[in-house]
């Protein structure tokens, strides 16, 4: 019995690590093809005027997308499946999904047309320094007018993005994840495709990426539905508000709603603040940001989407040691690989900036503002994977109230944060304060694991992580001290090119060397 419930557990824990790889394959490809999308955007608007608006536009659509799709809907959503799932009652399942795609539907469906009637309002309410610009009649004040017409091309992609994250969701549940990974290359594709084909039908290029979003939105969920149908789990919604599953899902995502995006409304904090700042900071800010979503997404968020299904089994099992392993394995695959990408980013800030968007209107200047924001940004990037694993920790028990908590006090530091760096650091002191209310947030997001005797870090997983730390320093000294020997300046497209690819591969070898002669084995990263 002790030999099959063995071979159980690691038959289980094969297939996390399967699911896994899946997912970060499928989010690799799609974050290439956004690298490509941005490097397309750096070419055709760098860092100046219309880009801030474009980024600023895509924004606040995006940010709703993470609450109503990716967030706060997820996280409350997937556990009561799970739940449904496990009563082993087709029609059951199939009419709950009716109900909540209906109920779902409606609701953000009168969202984005609200947000494209008020447009100039939202404009107004995130883009404050703008809009006394515009009150003003100084120049800056066409990047408010700029913002509130292209808000309502950008808007309707929310209730598109929306009703693919819930078709997502449900193939997730069904440990079918690769579709939903794959998606947002489609995204990706339409962005590329409208810039390239019409950028100069506009007198603002920053319009055809505006339209790529809307036909990337449409073309997302159309993609989905002959997998859901395939699943045959493809119905007609029916609007079911008072149904008690829809009820149990919207008693979750209310306080969802703020505490899994709280690094979110962070973000929309910065670039208010941001719109009072120097041309170019919200750009900025954005291209930092984007690669250190690079790492985020292919590990954190990868791991963070196969392990809430994983979660919410063990939980309405109630089988708290596999909880407690899957939470171990969790956090020990997203330190692996988030502790050397957090020092590589750092290290190698400005040489990857540079070979990524330096050319077209994306100058030097821009690479050297930028890698000092990323500077900033990527010292919080194992907080940022340490949320992703961490909430499903409450989410997949149904507990969406205590990270609520977590995320006020966060949300509320961030703001302090802001205040203390912003004046005398500029757009970087935000990416300074996003990192630290990140790395508040997780800390507070595991102790509150440890008190509610959920999960607590076990010393052999305690001591892996020592290790990983210590290779990942033995590989940024390797990496600074090969930059040492090079004036990149100097240097053209290719020798840079060839330079960071070398520095990257250095950096590969020698962590999992050091990982080797510290201990660690690749079985260490299979089960606990």
């Avoid at 109630?318 to 171990?328: A, E, G, L, V, Y």
Wanted: net charge positive.
């Amino acid at each position: 019995m002790l030999i099959y419930a063995h071979f159980i557990t690691r038959s289980q824990s094969f297939m996390l690590l399967k699911s896994g790889i899946i997912v970060s394959v499928m989010t690799l490809l799609s974050r290439v093809l956004g690298l490509v999308r941005d490097v397309v955007v750096a070419n055709l608007m760098g860092a100046g005027a219309s880009a801030d608006v474009f980024f600023f536009a895509n924004k606040i659509p995006n940010f709703l997308r993470r609450l109503f799709a990716e967030g706060a809907f997820a996280q409350a959503f997937v556990p009561v499946l799970s739940a449904v799932h496990a009563q082993d009652d087709r029609k059951l399942s199939l009419d709950f999904i009716a109900k909540i795609s209906g109920t779902l539907g409606v609701i953000v469906f009168f969202t984005a047309i609200f947000g494209v009637l008020a447009s100039p309002v939202i404009a107004a309410l995130f883009g404050t320094g703008w809009f006394i610009a515009f009150i003003n009649d100084e120049p800056d004040g066409q990047k408010f007018e700029l913002a509130s017409t292209m808000l309502k091309i950008t808007f309707p992609y929310l209730f598109f993005i929306t009703l693919t994250g819930l078709s997502g969701a449900i193939l997730n549940t069904l440990n079918r994840f690769a579709v939903a990974a794959f998606t947002p290359v489609l995204l990706n594709v339409s962005i590329i495709t409208c810039a390239w084909l019409f950028h100069e039908q506009f007198s603002t290029p920053a319009f055809a990426l505006a339209w790529g979003v809307f036909f990337g939105g449409l073309i997302q969920l159309a993609f989905q539905l002959p997998f859901l149908y395939r699943a045959g789990v493809l119905v007609r919604p029916r609007w079911g508000w008072s149904d008690p599953n829809v009820k149990k899902v919207r008693t979750l995502m209310i306080p969802a709603l703020f505490g899994v995006s709280v690094s979110q409304i962070n973000l929309l904090f910065d670039t208010l603040i941001a719109s009072f700042l120097m041309t170019g900071s919200v750009s900025w800010l954005y291209y930092s940001d984007r690669l250190l979503e690079f790492p985020l997404g292919l590990f954190g968020i990868a791991i963070a989407t196969v392990i809430l299904p994983a979660l919410s089994r063990d939980h309405v099992s109630q089988d708290k040691d596999k909880f407690k392993r899957n939470m171990n394995w969790a956090l020990t695959m997203v330190c692996a690989l988030g502790i050397p990408s957090c020092l590589g980013l750092m290290v190698l800030a400005e040489p990857i900036l540079s070979v990524i968007f330096e050319r077209g209107a994306f100058t030097s200047n821009d690479v050297s503002m930028a890698g000092m924001s990323l500077l900033a940004y990527a010292s919080g990037l194992v907080s940022f994977m340490l949320i992703k694993i961490f909430a499903p920790g409450y989410y997949a028990r149904q507990d969406t109230k205590t990270p609520v908590k977590f995320g006020i006090i966060a949300m509320i530091a961030n703001m302090a944060f802001n205040v203390i760096f912003a004046i005398p650091f500029g757009y970087v002191g935000l990416a300074i304060a996003t990192s630290l209310s990140a790395t508040l947030n997780a800390g507070l997001l595991y102790r509150g694991l440890v008190k509610a005797g959920v999960y607590q870090l076990e010393s052999v997983v305690l001591w892996r992580l020592v290790k990983m730390l210590l290779a990942a320093a033995v590989m940024a000294a390797v990496v600074f001290m090969l930059q040492l020997q090079v004036d990149w300046s100097l240097l053209t497209f290719s020798h840079r090119v060839s330079y960071v690819v070398t520095w990257l591969s250095a950096a590969l070898v020698s962590y999992l060397v050091m990982l080797g002669l510290l201990g660690l084995r690749p079985r260490d990263f299979k089960s606990t």
